[in-house]
């Protein structure tokens, strides 16, 4: 079991070094370092200086992460978004999920301490479950954590990877989750689903969260959406066949970032994408497999944040 205290640090010097490179490399002053980092100009300052005190610069940052903060300013650039982190690829072929988990619950973190009541909103899958084990106990009851997907096939089956309930039991807060399938087994039943009063309260809630995490898979055979069970074969080479590249909490869409008007996405049963996005909207996703995805839903602008590793950062950007 890792040790909380040493975790904490390390986080804090992966957030000095990107402080410290966009000082001196990039020549961003303190103001906009600290709108970058969403922190404030003291907070920034502090960063900068505990870059120099720990000696994580020279003429040159003295720690691992240069490269990865480098992939990270060109895709805020390129895509405009409003927050990008890129974490290191595991050394050997393993799992991304942790690297990511850890690096989206520095940034979920931040959003719980606070002490006024706030609304967050989550889809589910195992990279958002990474992140939810890293979040401390803590006691917030002040605050929602809303589920914007149905955790289970048309059939019954609940997915492993559930995020919102798990998350609420270790901070404390109230939750919603969404009791509706994933995909309906028919236009007609999701229609009926929305109705409900359980359904209309939980949207109206995700609508008003201040910030919303959604994991980004591909559309391939055995990705998540397929072998979790929440579509069979068919569908899934139905909406290959539509030119489905990625997805959103069940929702479909094109190499171009475009929903998908057909397939599944008839009887997707989760609250819908915006589209652009019109609030804070972080994907967490990494790995070569999802590169095409993750930049198919950045073309479409259907988040405004991203937490990547290195590996998709580079094919993204290529």
Not at 55 to 65: E, N, Q, S, V
Not at 87 to 110: D, K, M, Q, R
Request: charged share 20%; proline share 4%.
């Amino acid at each position: 079991m890792g040790d909380p205290q040493a975790d904490r640090r390390d986080r804090k010097l992966d957030q000095a070094a990107h402080a410290a490179w966009l000082y001196y490399i990039a020549g961003n002053t303190q103001e906009e370092i600290a709108a970058k980092l969403n922190v404030s100009r003291q907070a920034a300052q502090r960063l900068v200086a505990l870059a120099v005190s720990e000696k994580l610069i020279k003429f040159r940052i003295d720690y691992p992460l240069s490269h990865c903060i480098a992939l990270a300013e060109a895709l805020r650039d390129k895509f405009a978004l409003s927050l990008c982190e890129v974490v290191p690829s595991p050394a050997t072929a393993g799992s991304p999920y942790e690297g990511l988990g850890v690096c989206a619950a520095t940034h979920l973190e931040t959003y719980l301490l606070a002490k006024s009541p706030t609304i967050f909103a989550f889809s589910s899958g195992r990279t958002l479950r990474a992140m939810v084990d890293q979040i401390p106990s803590m006691n917030q009851p002040q605050h929602k954590i809303v589920s914007v997907v149905g955790n289970m096939a048309h059939y019954g089956l609940a997915g492993r990877y559930e995020v919102a309930m798990h998350l609420s039991e270790r901070v404390g807060a109230q939750t919603y989750p969404l009791p509706v399938p994933a995909v309906a087994g028919s236009v007609e039943e999701r229609n009926l689903l929305q109705t409900q009063k359980a359904y209309i309260t939980i949207r109206s809630l995700a609508e008003q969260a201040k910030v919303t995490f959604v994991g980004i898979s591909q559309i391939a055979w055995n990705s998540p959406l397929h072998e979790d069970g929440f579509i069979n074969d068919a569908e899934l080479t139905e909406l290959i066949d539509l030119g489905a590249t990625g997805e959103i909490a069940g929702w479909a869409f094109d190499i171009q970032g475009r929903i998908l008007s057909k397939g599944t996405n008839t009887r997707v049963a989760s609250v819908p994408l915006e589209q652009p996005a019109q609030k804070s909207t972080i994907g967490v996703a990494g790995g070569i497999g999802k590169a095409d995805a993750i930049r198919a839903a950045l073309q479409g602008q259907l988040i405004t944040g991203l937490i990547t590793d290195e590996a998709a950062a580079t094919a993204i950007l290529e």
